[in-house]
């Protein structure tokens, strides 16, 4: 269990259901490709599984929802292949929760970053808390929120996801989040925000599920290229993430993390 947690999990409870699918990382719940590959294992788990109406994907602890891509593989990616094969993992997350007939209901309890922004843009449905606070670094890296980008421009329109991905060196607070539709709800504390989930939940819980497949297929419709649109769009990064500038970043940012 000690080396689980080391690693990091994903895990999955259903109750009434409802699944909650939850994931973990112990660098601020950043996301390697042992968790994005068990994420997409669990979410369709959960969308082929009659006892599950309802999916709720929420990340371990209160504090940072997710940091995006782990800097720990990133580094260690040697050629287009292998960085092609890591983004794509970002890329199978997005759509497994897009081709999942379940709404998934997305609970951010803190900051996200990169990939991270991209996980709460593709849910369904996303409750926040303050200070849930979002950056998209990428290109300050060295290569672009490409596979995530579809996702949040869907969510808060090209203007909006253009400046994210321009100003990437910037927080962009919870509440600009909100206005702009990245977040569906916004409250102040983590009681507000479960109690207004839950109410939500209960009623989605008691839906035709057919209904519920029915117009998320409507609510989706227009991304059925996103199978081919993400594979190219992770290998642009794949690419991108050899270059010495994003090494040397990558370098830089893990040194400032040791000292």
Not at 125 to 151: N, R
Not at 167 to 181: C, I, L, T
Request: aromatic share 10%; charged share 20%.
């Amino acid at each position: 269990m000690i080396h689980q947690i080391q690693q990091g999990y994903v895990k999955n409870e259903t109750h009434n259901g409802v699944t909650t699918i939850e994931f973990f990382h112990p660098q601020s719940n950043s996301l390697p490709a042992k968790i994005l590959g068990e994420l997409v294992q669990e979410i369709h788990f959960a969308g082929q599984n009659d006892d599950c109406k309802l999916i709720i994907l929420r990340s371990a602890g209160d504090r940072a929802f997710c940091a995006g891509a782990s800097f720990d593989e990133l580094a260690g990616i040697t050629n287009e292949t292998e960085g092609t094969k890591f983004f794509l993992g970002f890329a199978n997350v997005i759509n497994a929760i897009r081709k999942c007939p379940k709404f998934i209901i997305g609970r951010i309890q803190g900051k996200c970053v990169g990939g991270g922004v991209g996980i709460a843009a593709a849910c369904d449905y996303s409750y926040a808390l303050e200070g849930a606070d979002v950056k998209l670094s990428e290109l300050a890296l060295g290569i672009g929120p490409f596979v995530v980008g579809p996702a949040i421009e869907r969510k808060i329109g090209a203007a909006f996801f253009s400046q994210l991905a321009i100003d990437a060196a910037s927080w962009y607070s919870a509440d600009w989040a909100h206005r702009k539709g990245l977040f569906l709800e916004l409250h102040h504390t983590s009681e507000s925000l479960d109690e207004s989930m839950q109410c939500l939940v209960s009623s989605l819980s008691h839906t035709s599920p057919h209904a519920i497949a029915a117009l998320k297929k409507v609510l989706w419709q227009g991304t059925e290229h996103w199978d081919k649109l993400l594979y190219e769009r992770a290998a642009i990064s794949g690419k991108l993430v050899l270059s010495d500038f994003t090494k040397n970043y990558i370098k830089t940012f893990k040194e400032k993390q040791k000292g």
